[in-house]
């Protein structure tokens, strides 16, 4: 799990360069999820907080189980 918490991480941290392309399948779906987070904050359009939470446990789901 700590591997899935890393993706979270880095995904935030990668969303956040406005310069950084928008990932690809190639990319766990925490990390993806976590890019969307951050570049929606740095447009100023914020998920809201019940929807990004439930899309993190969706993610979290499906890196540790099946796809």
Do not use: Q, W
């Not at 998920?47 to 993190?56: G, V």
């Not at 969706?58 to 540790?64: E, G, V, W």
Request: hydrophobic residues 35%; contains cysteine.
């Amino acid at each position: 799990m700590t591997d899935t918490m890393d993706e979270f991480m880095l995904g935030y941290i990668d969303g956040g360069d406005l310069n950084a392309p928008e990932p690809s399948a190639n990319r766990s779906h925490s990390y993806r999820h976590s890019f969307a987070v951050r570049r929606a904050e740095m447009h100023g359009k914020p998920f809201p907080a019940n929807l990004s939470r439930e899309n993190a446990t969706t993610a979290l789901l499906k890196d540790l189980c099946c796809d």
